[in-house]
């Protein structure tokens, strides 16, 4: 069952929230109750503490006469629950949700100033939420994570084509299908840590063998499935050809 | 020679440099004489007071041996006591305060070596013996001709290129003054022992080790005072830039009082409208109404005070500059601009200019996508977070592209001639060591990121 926690300064609008949220499990029968309610966010941080585990945090972005405001809160919360869902509730003015999804990769947002429009976006926060646990539960995905500064990438394996050595010390950039960023990391690192998908077929390139196309062997170049092009060197010659031809 | 015949020849002489000095001071004074109507009879007595004085002391100066004293302490002597005249004079002239007087009578001796050294340059040896005739005769071609010819395009020179100017600009600031005042008063003593340095210094083959420290010396002062020049130009431009910002944050605050004059307009209307209704009774309308005006409050006011709140948070003017530019140009073009700023910004590892170039090329970017498409947007968020800022551009795709290829040079989803901005981009950022780029495509759209390591 998943613990709801709300945290809203404003009175009334705290148990309208809590309210419909309980009248909704009701109705659809979802795996949820409504765990706390507080205007205090320390309240919320020590529930989470105590009960550790998956959650669903509706917080209210400003919160009057407190030490903290829901982004931070939300960056605590984060500490204690990194896969929880995070659903701002917001009076439209303040609002700066791309920031918050950036960050804190907060679910949704809501705007309270008109009750309709709260009550519509709490029954599609918590539908979306259903839906994506549904989802990860069928999911056969993996993912590659690593940290770029401030924040944690997830990128599918599968559309990764190859990392390279960026010039720089320890720099690696990561070629994917739809991303590409540089980060912090060792080649040899990777190497072990990805496994027999990758292989090293150059000083510089660390190759998703499955991401393969063709090889320009005259020229030593790797041709990937998204039309990019990497060399390889002439020790990872037989290694490679090995692998293209078990494809 | 006697004691006579040689003070004749110095008035003739001083009465020439007298004319010169006076045109010199007419020129780079840049104004007539102190009262001359009302004094010139004064005037023309104290002009002839100061040559027949100048001439008697060089007289006496020569034939004493003065000139003849160890170390040149005479040829010192003389020039000190001859400034102080000229000075007094240039005082009584133009009722400068004395220190700029004593200062413009440096100067203009300095002119007037300089002019006399540049027309001996033609002489043999550089020295005359006046007792004998056919030395006289080259001695007074030489003073009365070719100096006054050097003079004359000298004072020229400095009166063309605008150093009567400077000089009043450094009279002006008064900070500096006495350092540079006693700097310039050791002219005499310093040229004299330049001059013995530069004349018994040691000789090197074709070269003098005093020549080229002095040469290297001048190409410090210019140095210097370009370095200062261009400091200043800097500053200026710096300013400039502030001024447009504000200029431009102004526009945006007026067209926003506008839209509020405008909202306050539609609202009075709308309140005597539901004023009826409510007197009837008509509680369901009253809501209505309640509800649209907040959300119209939002549509037509609240997008403008939110974008300058968040724009408040950027503390950079440079980038707050930048973002003002764009945001003005988004509204011309009609394309939505979404700013988020949830901390301030104070300031980044890059170089401010370095900064606002990748900024304006990823923005650039995303406008040209989106220009003229349906419902075009960008978004952008400048985020700092404990030793990280963020900057992110994002912008809806309305085509495929092929991503790998943005990153070559000359690539571009627009034509040809366009798509040198990434590169460019890519060029700048290699600079730093700080500095994580990175470009994806995320729920069909176009995201651009620059993270800083602070």
């Known amino acids: 069952m998943l613990p709801i926690y709300i945290c809203e300064d404003d009175g009334a609008v705290l148990a309208a929230q809590k309210e419909y949220l309980e009248k909704q499990i009701l109705i659809e029968g979802y795996d949820m109750e409504v765990a706390l309610c507080s205007r205090h966010p320390e309240d919320i941080l020590d529930a989470v503490k105590a009960a550790p585990r998956r959650g669903i945090y509706f917080l209210d972005v400003e919160l009057k006469g407190e030490p903290m405001d829901g982004f931070s809160l939300g960056q605590e919360i984060r500490k204690l629950d990194a896969r929880g869902f995070l659903v701002y509730v917001t009076s439209f003015s303040d609002l700066a949700f791309e920031t918050f999804r950036y960050h804190l990769e907060a679910l949704d947002y809501i705007v309270k100033g008109n009750p309709e429009k709260m009550y519509g976006g709490i029954r599609e926060s918590l539908a979306a939420i259903t839906e994506r646990m549904g989802r990860e539960q069928g999911e056969q995905t993996e993912y590659f994570t690593v940290k770029a500064l401030d924040v944690v990438k997830h990128i599918p394996i599968d559309e990764i084509m190859f990392f390279e050595t960026a010039g720089r010390t320890h720099r690696i950039e990561l070629h994917g299908k739809y991303d590409r960023f540089d980060f912090i990391g060792s080649i040899q690192e990777l190497e072990t840590q990805l496994g027999s998908r990758f292989l090293r077929v150059h000083r510089a390139y660390l190759v998703n063998t499955g991401r393969i196309w063709e090889l320009d062997l005259k020229h030593r170049e790797i041709l990937m499935e998204n039309g990019e092009k990497c060399l390889f060197s002439r020790n990872a010659k037989a290694k490679l050809l090995q692998v293209v031809s078990c494809l | ?454």
């Open chain 2, 1 to 454: 020679m006697v004691f006579w015949d040689m003070f004749c020849t110095n008035v003739a002489g001083v009465a020439i440099s007298t004319f010169f000095l006076l045109l010199a001071s007419r020129l780079l004074f840049g104004r007539r004489l102190h009262q001359f109507r009302e004094r010139r009879w004064t005037v023309l007595a104290v002009t002839v007071l100061y040559i027949v004085s100048f001439a008697l002391v060089g007289t006496i100066c020569y034939k004493t041996g003065i000139f003849g004293w160890k170390y040149r302490m005479g040829k010192i002597l003389f020039n000190y006591m001859g400034m102080l005249g000229s000075a007094c004079y240039l005082w009584f002239l133009y009722g400068e305060s004395f220190p700029v007087s004593w200062v413009s009578a440096v100067f203009f001796q300095m002119i007037e070596e300089l002019a006399s050294s540049f027309s001996l340059l033609f002489s043999q040896s550089g020295e005359f013996n006046l007792e004998i005739f056919h030395e006289r005769i080259i001695y007074l071609f030489f003073t009365y001709l070719l100096t006054p010819m050097f003079h004359t395009a000298l004072i020229l020179a400095f009166y063309k290129s605008g150093v009567g100017g400077m000089c009043w600009q450094w009279v002006d600031r008064n900070k500096t003054r006495l350092r540079s005042l006693v700097f310039i008063s050791m002219y005499p003593v310093l040229s004299q022992v330049l001059h013995m340095l530069v004349h018994e210094g040691r000789k090197a083959g074709e070269d003098n080790d005093m020549v080229s420290l002095m040469f290297f010396l001048v190409m410090f002062l210019v140095l210097s005072f370009e370095g200062r020049e261009e400091l200043h130009r800097k500053q200026m431009k710096v300013k400039q830039v502030s001024l447009q910002q504000q200029a431009a944050y102004i526009e945006t605050l007026e067209g926003l009082q506008q839209e509020m004059r405008r909202f306050r307009h539609d609202y009075k209307n709308m309140v005597s409208g539901i004023y009826l209704q409510a007197k009837e009774g008509d509680l369901e309308s009253v809501q209505q109404f309640i509800q649209d005006m907040a959300e119209d409050f939002d549509v037509q006011v609240g997008v403008q005070i939110r974008l300058l709140t968040q724009l408040g948070n950027v503390h950079m003017l440079e980038v707050k500059g930048l973002l003002l530019g764009k945001i003005k140009e988004c509204s011309r073009d009609q394309i939505e601009f979404g700013l988020e700023v949830l901390r301030p910004l104070e300031k980044t590892r890059l170089r401010a200019t370095d900064l606002c170039r990748c900024l304006g090329i990823l923005i650039d970017n995303a406008m040209d996508e989106v220009r003229g498409k349906e419902r075009p947007q960008i978004h952008i968020m400048v985020s700092c977070q404990e030793g990280c800022t963020t900057f992110r551009v994002k912008n809806k795709l309305y085509s495929q592209v092929d991503f790998h290829k943005i990153w070559q040079q000359g690539y571009s989803t627009r034509g040809t001639d366009r798509g040198i901005g990434l590169a460019s981009y890519r060029n700048i950022l290699g600079r730093y060591e700080d500095v994580f780029p990175s470009t994806a495509i995320q729920d069909g759209c176009f995201v651009q990121e620059l993270k800083i390591q602070e």
